[in-house]
């Protein structure tokens, strides 16, 4: 409850109790022009601590702001008894607005939720992190902590650790992401003369090609162009037509793609998802799309075909 | 009020109830319908686009109703009917995915082919196409693709490298018409310009005129027919780099491509298969270039060999301007595409362009782009020289100039 209450006042009415609690007499004399006549007004209790429950803390507030009214009454009368008004509206201040100085008689308040140094909180099991990933864990962290409550509120030194270990996962990611590319570059052979150079994805149509359609990687260096395969991502119109049908072994394909696209180091990869298509691949796209909006980095604009 | 509300709203509830069981209805008819007899041809969509885009005095588009449709799709509607039976498999709609008219009945192939066919042919935007057919953007976006997923699959054998037999045709008639024996085909290439946003532009896009483009590199027959293609590089790479990572180039360096019979030219020599193409090309023994002037003057065998050359090698620029002309969705700046689909917008094009050829259809002498396909680019010279493409070269020439010289006497 709100707080406890006085042995000696149990006999008497809740009101009495209210009243008692929020520094008011009890008693017969409750009409608001004794109330005013009598500048004795007796030396109000301290504010009560902010309540563990929302609705008990509302209800707090608003007898506390009931009470306001009459403390302005009395101040205007009795100018002698402001500092002691002013400790009861310092007091609902603070609660309503979690000053980091509560009233005079404050005690232990209660914390802010709000976590003071939002920072990143990426799941640990995207070791081929790419930025959209990396944002949508961090999106999805943060949705957590918002419905996870005090766990995830306040960055108590357990929560801190925890953090750094995170962090630090999500530095691994990081460096996991380039062994991995390296990995891919040196499984497509020299890789040592690719360092500066720029790297895009591109989807190739040959006719020359038994596949006419394939995904190529090109690194660029001024005039100096390398082409590599991307393993892995031979897309034929066959292969699109069977995933179209219902699956079938063509998904891993799909998943493959899906997956480059969202964890593509590469913001353009991020930057092309607003084309409609049929069919599930677009999920991620999608997925990928709303990250894009939502950091701001430019207009999405409408399909194009 | 409340309970009058809520009757209003009840009333208006079961309306839409009412209509979309009466959608769902007909939808379920259509679906019904279309398996049961694939080649119904639905012509509905047809008038009711006529009418409604009709040719007005002074409007460019033709009178006739047949040249009308010609200029609205490229194509004549018996060659419009075999795009259809192409795709019609991958494109019959059915419920609940089914693609659904604003009057809420399914769209037919036919009206999916010409809404697909309109926006590649005009390069307008899919608003605008679709408020030519009572549809909307989306619908106009999801038939485009879909129809270039599908013809993409099924057109396939419209653009393939001719076998033996074929090629001696081609080969006999580029001799007839430019003088060059054995010659097979001409190569070009072309710069399908698009705008990027700002997180994808990259200088690899970029291209020499400062546009961002991917090129198309094709080669063609002498009926301008697209033999081969690749498409999907970047326009900051050069030409004589993209042919270089073509598979044609791999398979000619390792003769398996244009490896087919020589010729004996007039002096005992031996003509091998090549294509011709320009200056901005390295001189191979299968890729034949014009001789760079030196500024001293050519000599007149030199001179009627570029100009020989010149004439097969045009086939390829105008296979280009007829491309992006009929395609306009190719000349005109695309924009922000994605990357990984405009290839397969590039080759549905090609696609089209050859099935056009392969029917018999005559396009519009205004559908063609007046100008060159790539107004605006400076062609830059090759200097790669292969003894054996020059020597080939100098036959070439010689033959030529023998062949002049024998005509007067006969």
Known sequence: MLCSVPADRSGSNWLDRLRSTRGFPAGDDLGLDHFLANPQNPSPPTPPAPDPSTSESTHSVQSQIGTQDHAHSARAQNPGGERDWYGIMTGVLSELFNMGDGGEGEVARKSSRKQPNPRFFPNSRTSDASAGEKISDCAAAAEAGAAGGENAGWRTPSADLESDAVDRTARGADVDGEEEEEEEEKESGDNQDLVGYSRSEVTVIDTSCESWKFEKVLYRRKNVWKVRDRKGKVRSSIGRKKRKLGGGSEDGIVGGKKKLKVSGSEVDELGEEQNIENGKAETSKELAHNLDKSSKTRQVPPSIL | ?410
């Open chain 2, 1 to 410: 009020m409340a309970p009058g509300k809520k009757s209003r709203r009840s009333k208006k509830e079961s309306k839409k109830l009412k209509k979309r069981r009466n959608a769902s209805s007909a939808a379920a008819a259509a679906a019904a319908a279309a398996p049961a007899d694939p080649n119904t041809s639905d012509t509905d969509w047809w008038d009711v686009f006529w009418r409604k885009n009709s040719p007005s005095p002074g409007s460019a588009v033709p009178e006739d109703e047949a040249e009308g449709f010609k200029h609205y799709f490229r194509v004549s509607k018996e060659t419009f009917a075999y795009i259809c039976s192409l795709v019609r498999e991958d494109l019959i709609s059915r419920p609940p995915s089914g693609l659904i008219n604003i009057e809420g009945r399914l769209l037919s192939v036919e009206k999916q082919v010409a809404i697909a066919l309109r926006r590649l042919a005009s390069g307008e935007s899919q608003v605008s196409v679709g408020a030519a057919f009572g549809v909307g953007q989306s619908t106009v976006s999801q038939v485009t693709w879909r129809f270039i997923e599908a013809l993409e699959e099924r057109g396939r054998h419209h653009l393939k490298w001719p076998d033996v037999s074929r090629m001696d045709e081609i080969k006999a008639r580029f001799e007839a018409f430019c003088g060059l024996p054995n010659c097979c085909g001409a190569i070009d290439a072309t710069h399908i310009i698009m705008t990027l946003p700002a997180v994808q532009t990259s200088d690899d896009w970029c291209d020499p005129a400062n546009n961002y483009s991917m090129l198309l590199q094709g080669i063609v027959d002498d009926e301008l027919r697209f033999l081969d293609i690749v498409t999907g590089l970047p326009g900051g790479m050069i030409g004589s780099k993209l042919l270089k990572f073509s598979g044609f180039f791999k398979l000619c360096e390792c003769g398996k491509r244009l490896n087919g019979n020589t010729k004996t030219l007039i002096e005992k020599c031996e003509a091998r298969e090549y294509i011709v193409g320009g200056a901005s090309y390295p001189l191979l023994p299968w890729l034949i270039t014009p001789y760079e002037s030196d500024g001293s003057g050519l000599t007149d065998s030199i001179s009627d060999f570029n100009a020989m050359h010149e004439s097969a090698r045009s086939l390829a620029v105008k296979a280009f301007s007829q491309l992006k002309g009929s395609w306009r969705i190719l000349s005109k700046v695309m924009w922000r595409p994605d990357k990984q689909k405009l290839p397969s917008i590039i080759l549905v094009c090609c696609l089209l362009h050859n099935i056009i050829l392969d029917s018999g259809d005559k396009l519009h002498s205004d559908v063609a782009l007046p100008g060159h396909h790539d107004f605006g680019y400076v062609e830059q010279g090759c200097k790669q020289v292969d003894p054996l493409g020059s020597a080939l070269r100098e036959n070439l020439a010689k033959n030529l100039q023998c062949r002049r010289e024998s005509v007067p006497s006969k």
